[in-house]
Nanobody, 125 residues
Framework: QVQLVESGGGLVQAGGSLRLSCAAS????????MAWFRQAPGREREYVSGITWISGSTHYADFVKGRFTISRDNAKNTVYLQMNSLKPEDTAVYYCARRGSGWSLPGVLSDYIYWGQGTQVTVSS
């Protein structure tokens, strides 16, 4: 079965960095678009960044452009999110997700049919 397992979250001071990883299994990883979402307490889940399988093209939400970098290693079935210059407002649970059909970015929430359990990122001021 499809499994997505995130890791790398934690507590960091504002201005610091974290690197999230999402290990995938149960499907042909190199054939699917992957994305990161986040959800803060009391807020809806929101798209952060995605990477296609076709060309490895990337896409970012405006609020992380220039600070976050998404990448994938198809040999390791892993997608990464490098987060730099973190702000307190980046505090959230971060989720890895796989698109169902289709490949374009960013898509809508319902396009992503498989989700990890999430990893907590807390940025202190």
């Amino acid at each position: 079965q499809v499994q997505l397992v995130e890791s790398g979250g934690g507590l960091v001071q504002a201005g610091g960095s974290l690197r999230l990883s999402c290990a995938a299994s149960g499907f042909t990883f190199s054939s699917y678009t992957m994305a990161w979402f986040r959800q803060a307490p009391g807020r809806e889940r929101e798209y952060v960044s995605g990477i296609t399988w076709i060309s490895g093209s990337t896409h970012y939400a405006d609020f992380v452009k220039g600070r976050f970098t998404i990448s994938r290693d198809n040999a390791k079935n892993t997608v990464y999110l490098q987060m730099n210059s973190l702000k307190p407002e980046d505090t959230a649970v971060y989720y890895c997700a796989r698109r169902g059909s289709g490949w374009s970015l960013p898509g809508v929430l319902s396009d992503y049919i498989y989700w990890g359990q999430g990893t907590q990122v807390t940025v202190s001021s």
